[in-house]
């Protein structure tokens, strides 16, 4: 971690638990995660001429908005695309900043825990809401680890399954396992509880491995590429939907 980084997350505590870090875009560039995405990848736009994308863990909305406008500019080379967004986070606060700053009216932000019950509910309103019944891509960066340290394996998996069963494409940024021992000694550095799932998990070391195994095996979604590492040391898996 470097001291840029260390020292936000000082003023942070809650976001060591789940991630939800107040300032986090002031470490992790949103614009990186953009130059990171391929261009030629992405299925083109439905007949209707419509498109829509989840960002799952969308924090105050940088990326969302980047996101938006790199899928408006590569999904469809002969025409306009009317693509729409949905970002999603746990945290109110931020889903308020998200608000706030949003200027593009087919962005929209709900405070949601994809994994409390009821969130199929709200994902399949607005799935409604604009004529689809899934996703064309949902985007999970760097949240996986924070999924995995609260709900252990098996929320993991449930996770993942959730996302693809309600996506054709899944655009997924594991951590690193060193990662996972970063977060619980910041934990117990704030005097807080340890993640109790921790010391339980089957999942270690190569989470790249175990992340594309559960996309295989247990979503059966196939591989559509693996992107270099970016400048924190990790890779974009992206799978989609068998045919």
């Known amino acids: 971690m470097d001291k840029e980084q260390e020292n936000v997350e000082k003023t942070d505590p809650e976001g060591h638990r789940y991630g939800n870090f107040i300032n986090y875009y002031t470490f992790h560039p949103a614009q990186e995660r953009i130059e990171q995405l391929p261009q030629d990848i992405w299925s083109s736009c439905h007949l209707d001429s419509k498109y829509s ?5 969308c924090n105050a909305g940088n990326l969302s908005s980047m996101l938006y406008n790199f899928l408006e500019n590569n999904i469809s ?3 306009k695309c009317d693509v729409s967004l949905l970002g999603v986070d746990l945290d109110p606060i931020l889903i308020e900043r998200a608000r706030a700053q949003n200027s ?25 809401s604009i004529k689809r019944t899934r ?20 929320g993991l998996i449930e996770f993942l399954k ?13 951590q690193q396992w060193k990662s996972y021992r970063n977060a619980s000694r910041r934990l117990r550095r704030a005097n807080a509880t340890d993640f109790p799932l921790i010391n339980k998990l089957n999942f ?10 559960i996309l ?14 970016n400048n924190w040391k990790r890779k974009v898996l992206i799978y989609k939907r068998k045919s």
């Open 135 to 154: 996703f064309d891509v949902a985007f999970c960066f760097s949240i996986t680890m924070w999924i995995h340290l609260n709900h252990g394996d098996s």
């Open 77 to 79: 080379a002969d025409g």
């Open 162 to 174: 959730l996302v693809c069963e309600i996506s054709d494409m899944i655009v997924v940024e594991p």
């Open 204 to 213: 270690t070391h190569d989470m790249e491995m175990h992340v594309e195994n």
């Open 216 to 229: 295989r095996n247990e979503c059966h979604f196939s591989n559509v590429m693996v992107t270099n590492q």
């Open 53 to 57: 994308a989840l960002d799952i863990g």
């Open 104 to 128: 593009i009216p087919k962005i929209k932000f709900e405070c949601l825990d994809v994994l409390s019950k009821g969130s199929k509910t709200v994902l399949s309103k607005y799935l409604e």
